[in-house]
C-alpha cells in the first residue's frame, strides 16, 4: 500500500469552489487508477470520479458537469476541483489509487479497486 497526501479541504458557501489535491512518493499515479471518495456522516461511502491511466474519467451522477478530476505528471499529483459546491456535498473526501486496475474496473468507481487512500479532507459546504 502506498501513502497518499491530501489537501485542500475547507469550508465553503453554496455556489463556491475548493480544489482537493492528492499526492504520494510510492508510484506513479497515472500509471494505474486514481479516484476520488466521499463520506457524509450515517451514509456510505460513494465513489465521486475516477480517472485510469488512459485518461478517461467517470463521475458519480450528483457531480457530473460540476466536478471535474485531473492529474499532473509532473507534480505526481490528483486533483478534484469542485465547482457550484452544495450542502450535500458535504463530507469527508477520500483520495485513492492502485497501481494496477484500469479500464472499466477503475471507472466503475468501486472502492474495493483501490489498494491505497488518503486520511480524508473535510469538505464542508453552507447554505
Known amino acids: 500500500q502506498a501513502q497518499l497526501v491530501e489537501s485542500g479541504g475547507g469550508s465553503v458557501q453554496a455556489g463556491g469552489s475548493l480544489r482537493l489535491s492528492c499526492t504520494t512518493s510510492?508510484?506513479?499515479?497515472?500509471?494505474?487508477?486514481m479516484g476520488w471518495f466521499r463520506q457524509a456522516p450515517g451514509k456510505e461511502r460513494e465513489g465521486v470520479a475516477a480517472?485510469?491511466?488512459?485518461?478517461?474519467?467517470s463521475y458519480a451522477d450528483p457531480v457530473k458537469g460540476r466536478f471535474t478530476i485531473s492529474q499532473d505528471n509532473a507534480e505526481n499529483t490528483l486533483y478534484l476541483q469542485m465547482d457550484r459546491l452544495k450542502p450535500e456535498d458535504t463530507g469527508m473526501y477520500y483520495c485513492?489509487?492502485?497501481?494496477?486496475?484500469?479500464?472499466?474496473?477503475?471507472?466503475?468507481?468501486?472502492?474495493?479497486?483501490?489498494?491505497?487512500w488518503g486520511q480524508g479532507t473535510q469538505v464542508t459546504v453552507s447554505s
Open positions: 485513492a489509487a492502485d497501481p494496477l486496475y484500469t479500464g472499466a474496473w477503475c471507472l466503475s468507481r468501486r472502492a474495493y479497486v483501490y489498494s491505497s
Open positions: 510510492d508510484f506513479i499515479l497515472s500509471d494505474g487508477c
Open positions: 480517472l485510469d491511466s488512459s485518461g478517461v474519467t
